[in-house]
């Protein structure tokens, strides 16, 4: 154990004035600072996981629980290993609908994982606003993992982490997001960070998957819609398209999945017509062949799996900057 | 790391003569002086949990298997956070209905992990006398973490002890259960260990959901029945509505939820009938509305989060003391 | 904490010239000497679990990840436990028919828990070949932990160990095992393992269970076949009963399970006819009654519990085999 050299590590990224927050709930109230901050502390959580012993006891005798209502693998297990590598206690609940509690509320529910000891609850809920209720009415800590179709800002730290460490920079650059933008908690949490950091969002996708009026809302000069993806995409420095919940077909919203990847697929005869240099991006998990084109998806210019190494130091800094609150 | 300094303090809870028993099954065959020692450690482990780093490596290297046939949110997750605040491992196995492999025997399954290594078993089962069968046949640990309507002997320890930490002792105080008395585990194991420590216990309820015959029964000297509650929770020093399962109107015990909440909600008129410094404890998770009212849980008079956080430290002692084995 | 002496009793394993294999899929391209390097490593895991705080920090620092798409209840746990020994972290996913991503493609999953730092990748799929799909597309070390019908490595390993440690060795000895052969992954990698290590293996069943034309393989000249199983289990030193899926009786794979029984089950006076010191395996979990009668699972020659417990030492040794890497 070096445990002395890895708080000096960690010590590079202080918690200085920036830092407000006691909750991740979305990026809508951050500031540029706060984002530089988690950058910067994710960079030194990359470095331990670059060391032969990928882990320090920084949070040892912290307690994070994760609260599953909707299922995930990749996140749950990403902050899993997050709290792990820092050496704090994890426990999973995954309260799916026929395991949930009959008749006790979400807050009784966050309240006693609170009881029990937590300092960090990671919660997913398929209702928007879920976490905002819990970070109300409860003194722990939350963050985030997906509310609905409102927010992950998880992801999007992990996004615009990824666009910062492959290109060095987020301002100036043009970012095309496709697909179903309307119900994509990954679009709208990412809308903010980008926009915040000076990039250019176009969203693409059916006039039915996107969002209705956002066009016109002024507090977003920085969003353009465009419902043709071969014009969206030029001289684009980053094209992320979205996973496609193939039950949107049932419901109306798309006239057939073959129709739909023939008009939005991000495919290599569309990728040449963004900038040579230009990064793939999918928040995972892929269809592939529906919105994206496999020899894309692992293609030279995708970043997708550095996303999901990303992810886990995002989220190991995230938990770091929560969990010693401001000290 | 103040490892020796941590032995020290746990040391103060010294397992002389009185600790018998191998298993926590239930309350009927503990005495007296074994419900202090649980006290004691208990006190240990809550100096334990109030430092910066609550964790200690006191079972380190020791193996902790939860088995729970029955879904479990805040009973399982205590007893894991319990067992890794100690340093122990911790595996989980949520047996549900369809993932139990068919043909093999509870036997058989319990000395499967305790062939895999588990030093303690903490199990949960839908049928009364499970964890009995178990103790019977195997060497391993075993503590019972609710069987069928039998048993929740953890549950009324942790009860007992928040009684005591607030009121300073549990003798003498009349405790007023209110519900449904013959399908609760928690109420049986509670009856056994109030009386032990002296207590008086009124038990109320509908006719149809009390205990048939208690009454007349010799063995239960201090233990009163009433199915009027204004006239039950006259001067209570403790009262402690049960959760009402909401089938049991289907199954005619009950002839309506409305109706119930009506005759045996406990509500904040009815809390004033009780002593002003009465307690309200409940073993959750909550009906509000039906069993309780949301005002009085979540009142002055409440310690209902207190028991969550007891219950954590309540079986960080009972884990101790069984894995010390009287050593 | 011994961590050198620790170091000491494992460096007696040298990972010397013999071993090859990044990954445990089968043992039909394992020599000798790589299966007696498994048993002297696991010589030295077992030491470990025998002291008194049984864990050593070998693995601190490594993930290993049990991505488990069939239930399983003593396989993930005794891997996990094996991890957690060696101061593994590990985080479990269940993929269970419902829960799956739909549309991702299974190198996409593992590829996921591959970016989120995975070493090694402990993996139950029911289509055989699964993992060396995802060993030939990925660089993460993979252990089959049961595929279809095709393997189960460790099981076999552990199979092989036990019946080393008991009878002193493995060549030369007569072993049958009875039952469903066609449909068992532990009989065929068993078959590998025994008679790479010299042993003759008789596989006796009911013609419909048994596989079609394995006798006149040349590859497999120590491999017998006989239907009548008073027959085949004369002189045996090893006999292993196989569990029976009782869902063949409804493919009319077998008449009845009263007649499988009668024909098939290893009872007390057929084990008799098997040499006195004969040795009763099972890989569990048993239908006692049905493949196997009770005083025979649980008599003085069942080793059935020792199968259990070497079962972790021998995930241990391959752990850490694989996790050091020839280093």
Same mark, same amino acid.
């Given at each position: 154990?070096?445990?002395?050299?890895?708080?000096?590590?960690?010590?590079?990224?202080?918690?200085?004035?920036? /830092?407000?927050?006691?909750?991740?709930?979305?990026?809508?109230?951050? =500031?540029?600072?706060?984002?530089?901050?988690?950058?910067?502390?994710?960079?030194?959580?990359?470095?331990?996981?670059?060391?032969?012993?990928?882990? %320090?006891?920084?949070?040892?005798?912290?307690?994070?629980?994760?609260?599953?209502?909707?299922?995930?693998?990749?996140?749950? %297990? =990403?902050?899993?290993?997050?709290?792990?590598?820092?050496?704090?206690?994890?426990?999973?609940?995954?309260?799916?609908?026929?395991? %949930?509690?009959?008749?006790?509320?979400?807050?009784?529910?966050?309240?006693?994982?609170?009881?029990?000891?937590?300092?960090?609850?990671?919660?997913?809920?398929?209702?928007?606003?879920?976490?905002?209720?819990?970070?109300?009415?409860?003194?722990? =800590?939350?963050?985030?993992?997906?509310?609905? /179709?409102?927010?992950?800002?998880?992801?999007?730290?992990?996004?615009?982490?990824?666009?910062?460490?492959?290109?060095?920079?987020?301002?100036?650059?043009?970012?095309?997001?496709?697909?179903?933008?309307?119900?994509?908690?990954?679009?709208?949490?990412?809308? /903010?960070?980008?926009?915040?950091?000076?990039?250019?969002?176009?969203?693409?996708?059916?006039?039915?998957?996107?969002?209705?009026?956002?066009?016109?809302?002024?507090?977003?000069?920085?969003?353009?819609?465009?419902?043709?993806?071969?014009?969206?995409?030029?001289?684009?420095?980053?094209?992320?398209?979205?996973?496609?919940?193939?039950?949107?077909?049932?419901?109306?919203?798309?006239?057939? *999945?073959?129709?739909?990847?023939?008009?939005?697929?991000?495919?290599?005869?569309?990728?040449?017509?963004?900038?040579?240099?230009?990064?793939?991006?999918?928040?995972?998990?892929?269809?592939?062949?529906?919105? *994206?084109?496999?020899?894309?998806?692992?293609?030279?210019?995708?970043?997708?799996?550095?996303?999901?190494?990303?992810?886990?130091?995002?989220?190991?800094?995230?938990?770091?900057?929560?969990?010693?609150?401001?000290?």
């Amino acid at each position: 154990m070096k445990t002395t050299e890895q708080q000096e590590t960690l010590s590079g990224a202080s918690l200085a004035p920036p /830092w407000r927050h006691r909750h991740i709930l979305d990026l809508d109230d951050f =500031s540029r600072q706060e984002i530089e901050l988690v950058f910067k502390t994710t960079d030194a959580m990359k470095e331990i996981l670059s060391r032969e012993i990928k882990r %320090v006891p920084t949070l040892r005798g912290k307690t994070i629980i994760t609260l599953f209502y909707e299922p995930s693998t990749r996140t749950r %297990v =990403s902050f899993e290993l997050a709290a792990k590598n820092l050496g704090a206690d994890v426990a999973s609940l995954i309260a799916s609908a026929s395991s %949930v509690v009959k008749g006790e509320s979400l807050i009784d529910t966050v309240s006693a994982l609170q009881a029990l000891g937590a300092d960090i609850i990671v919660m997913r809920h398929p209702q928007s606003g879920a976490p905002y209720l819990v970070a109300q009415h409860l003194g722990v =800590s939350v963050i985030n993992a997906g509310d609905g /179709w409102h927010a992950h800002p998880t992801q999007a730290l992990l996004d615009l982490y990824t666009i910062q460490q492959r290109i060095g920079r987020v301002e100036g650059l043009k970012v095309v997001i496709i697909g179903d933008i309307m119900h994509s908690r990954v679009a709208r949490s990412n809308i /903010w960070g980008l926009t915040l950091m000076g990039a250019e969002v176009v969203l693409c996708g059916p006039p039915t998957l996107l969002p209705i009026g956002l066009d016109s809302e002024a507090a977003l000069p920085r969003v353009l819609i465009e419902t043709n993806l071969d014009h969206a995409i030029r001289e684009a420095d980053v094209v992320m398209p979205l996973r496609l919940q193939l039950e949107r077909q049932k419901r109306g919203l798309i006239p057939s *999945i073959r129709e739909y990847a023939e008009l939005y697929q991000l495919n290599g005869r569309r990728l040449k017509m963004a900038k040579p240099s230009a990064l793939v991006l999918h928040p995972g998990p892929m269809n592939e062949g529906v919105e *994206i084109a496999p020899d894309v998806a692992h293609g030279a210019q995708s970043v997708i799996e550095q996303q999901v190494t990303n992810g886990v130091a995002v989220r190991m800094a995230l938990l770091y900057i929560l969990a010693r609150g401001g000290k």
